[in-house]
């Protein structure tokens, strides 16, 4: 997911929005795939598979795990419910690579990828993916909303919400206009595409490989096929639940990786100077702050941990940002790029 530290967005649409209208029956007639690369996905992967298993206005899924040596019973558990799995020798895991040699061994023309842990929020989110690739011919690939877990942190609400959240359908191209001639946040509103919850056309990534890369690789290949003179769209109606606790560092080690990919993808730095860091952080506490005290689950029970863990974030992630776009890529600071990146 990438992120700008400082953006005054608003949270995601309800989880309990209506299910869409049933679409044209052309969708009960695709041929659909589920892609879903697996680790010791316990309970939560049970019940989002189930979920998938169930799902309407669409025919039996085609399900492919590639599967990075679990050891909790979770290939056993594929495998009870009809679907493949690939073997992914531990420590070869690559979130390009991997989705890519995945989408080449199913046989379907679409290809839900998504995570083990997050959750279809409607009977229908696969047929609300494949309707619009059904459709338009010209679209080559849909994606989704996320809607954060209950508890989840205000910052992080007003986060997915900025970048996967919205209730309004929008088609992604450049309709005429100049890559080149676009700023950098133009460029970041095109390439909007996360992998969490997705839909392929599998002739477009035939066309488009998804490319070898340890992060961020739905963005790079949306940012390839916008390029190109591909089309995205964003479907509002396919939501699943989805977010992470992670500690304050852990947050920001991502968003080092985010802006990392923006910088050499679109251009965008948003801490071009380490003298901006200081400000910065100040008004993202504040911010942080106001939306940690106008949570409607902030109490006496958990406001302090809560302010706690944003006043870290907003200086973790302004260095974050920084550091990311500006000298990641020197050669000096290659020591401490690879540790940050370790794990991710």
């Known amino acids: 997911m990438a992120e700008a530290a400082g953006?005054?967005?608003?949270?995601?649409?309800?989880?309990?929005?209506r299910d869409a209208e049933p679409y044209d029956d052309a969708t009960r007639d695709a041929r659909v795939a589920l892609v879903v690369p697996t680790?010791?996905?316990g309970a939560l992967w049970e019940r989002a598979l189930a979920a998938w298993r169930a799902q309407e206005g669409v025919g039996e899924l085609e399900i492919l795990c590639p599967d990075s040596g679990s050891r909790d019973g979770t290939p056993e558990v594929v495998r009870r419910a009809g679907g493949r799995v690939v073997d992914?020798?531990?420590g070869t895991f690559d979130h390009g690579r991997t989705r890519n040699e995945a989408i080449a061994?199913?046989?379907?023309?679409?290809?839900?990828?998504?995570?083990?842990?997050?959750?279809?929020?409607?009977?229908?989110?696969?047929?609300?993916?494949?309707?619009?690739?059904?459709?338009?011919?010209s679209l080559c690939a849909t994606y989704g909303r996320q809607v954060p877990r209950p508890g989840c942190h205000p910052v992080l609400v007003?986060?997915?919400?900025?970048w996967a959240g919205g209730s309004d359908p929008v088609v992604q191209d450049l309709a005429g206009r100049d890559w080149d001639a676009l700023d950098p946040w133009e460029r970041l509103g095109l390439v909007r595409y996360d992998h969490v919850i997705a839909c392929v056309r599998r002739s477009a990534v035939a066309r488009w490989p998804i490319a070898t890369r340890s992060f961020g690789e739905d963005v790079d290949w949306a940012a390839r096929v916008i390029r190109a003179g591909g089309r995205i769209a964003f479907v509002p109606d396919a939501a699943v639940e989805h977010s992470h606790d992670r500690g304050a560092f852990d947050e920001a080690r991502r968003i080092y990786c985010d802006h990392r990919n923006l910088s050499r993808?679109?251009?965008?730095?948003?801490?071009?100077?380490?003298?901006?860091?200081?400000d910065?952080?100040?008004?993202?506490?504040?911010?942080y702050a106001h939306l940690v005290e106008t949570a409607p689950d902030t109490d006496a029970s958990n406001r302090a941990a809560r302010l706690a863990w944003a006043n870290d974030l907003?200086?973790?992630?302004n260095w974050a940002q920084y550091l990311g776009a500006n000298l990641s890529r020197r050669w000096w600071f290659r020591p401490v790029d690879r540790w940050l990146r370790r794990g991710i």
Do not use: C
């Open 7 to 17: 953006d005054d967005a608003a949270p995601g649409a309800d989880a309990t929005r």
């Open 39 to 41: 680790w010791n996905g």
């Open 88 to 90: 992914v020798p531990p």
């Open 105 to 137: 061994q199913v046989s379907a023309e679409f290809v839900i990828l998504t995570v083990q842990d997050a959750l279809p929020l409607s009977s229908r989110t696969a047929a609300a993916l494949v309707a619009p690739l059904v459709a338009d011919a």
């Open 158 to 162: 007003a986060r997915i919400g900025a």
């Open 265 to 278: 993808l679109l251009g965008l730095v948003t801490v071009p100077r380490r003298g901006m860091v200081k």
């Open 280 to 287: 910065n952080v100040a008004a993202a506490r504040r911010h």
């Open 314 to 317: 907003a200086l973790y992630e």
